[in-house]
């Protein structure tokens, strides 16, 4: 009898947000580990980090690569985009920012340069148009590789037909927020899928019990394979889905966040 093959998969990465934190010497990093060897010790025990530095100012093309090369072959970075575009009254103004972001030096990170996250502050409301322009500005490519671009939307005005539209219309990613505080979107709508998980409790050894890591794993499978968890709010949850392998990437980015690096590994060992 013939084996089965098992269907196309696209890669899982798990990681958290940033690698600077002082509560986590001692607890995630080794008592002694010197702060310049943080990011190499991180990138070795998770997938993937989301760089935070990248959200409250411009970097420079030395720290591109020097966070790529204290990174391990196949290790992907996501980077977070700059505030100052995503809280912009007008979004449609923000092409010349968008291109400073880019010619930064965001390229440096070469093979391990994953999804850009464009997080949109709480207070910023869906105004399709507006937004329209500024998903326009959003650069397809890069020195030839492909981009994935992502949005996180914090505003309850989001929650429309229209936005998980236009996202897919432009290829572009909606975030999943697990949170109290933020919608909750499980659309798929990009190449990539993109899930942010907020509700952590740093009184448990992994965060979360182990049976809601066992849920987690099975969603980010599902993803992976093309398909989307039926236990996940969907603004369109009648459309029909391109069953396509998809690479997922699942950040650990609670409130406290002292077992946010204990979640991810935790996640990773059930899905290798």
């Known amino acids: 009898m013939a084996r089965r093959q098992a269907p196309p998969s696209g890669r899982i990465r798990v990681g958290i947000g940033g690698w600077t934190y002082a509560p986590w010497r001692g607890v995630f990093y080794p008592k002694g580990l010197k702060q310049a060897d943080e990011l190499s010790y991180a990138a070795s025990h998770l997938t993937s980090i989301e760089i935070n530095a990248t959200h409250y100012r411009l970097q420079s093309p030395a720290s591109f690569r020097k966070w790529e090369a204290a990174a391990p072959d196949g290790f992907i970075f996501s980077v977070k985009a700059p505030r100052l575009v995503t809280q912009q009254k007008v ?7 968008i291109s400073r972001f880019f010619d930064s030096g965001v390229i440096e990170l070469g093979d391990k340069l994953g999804p850009v996250l464009w997080q949109f502050p709480p207070f910023k409301k869906f105004d399709a148009s507006d937004f329209t322009k500024f998903l326009e500005h959003l650069p397809q490519s890069r020195d030839g590789k492909t981009l994935n671009h992502v949005v996180e939307a914090r505003h309850a005005s989001f929650r429309t037909p229209e936005f998980i539209q236009l996202l897919r219309s432009f290829g572009v990613t909606a975030a999943f927020a697990e949170s109290e505080d933020y919608p909750a979107i499980a659309d798929v709508t990009g190449d990539v899928v993109y899930a942010r998980l907020q509700k952590g409790n740093d009184a448990l050894p992994a965060a979360y019990p182990p049976a809601e890591l066992d849920k987690w794993a099975q969603r980010a499978r599902l993803w992976a394979e093309g398909g989307a968890p039926s236990d996940l709010p969907m603004i369109e949850s009648g459309q ?6 998809r690479d997922v990437f699942v950040y650990f980015i609670h409130e406290g966040k002292l077992r946010a690096p204990a979640a991810a590994m935790a996640l990773i060992e059930r899905l290798a």
């Open 240 to 245: 029909t889905l391109e069953a396509k392998p």
């Open 91 to 97: 979004l449609a103004e923000t092409g010349g920012f």
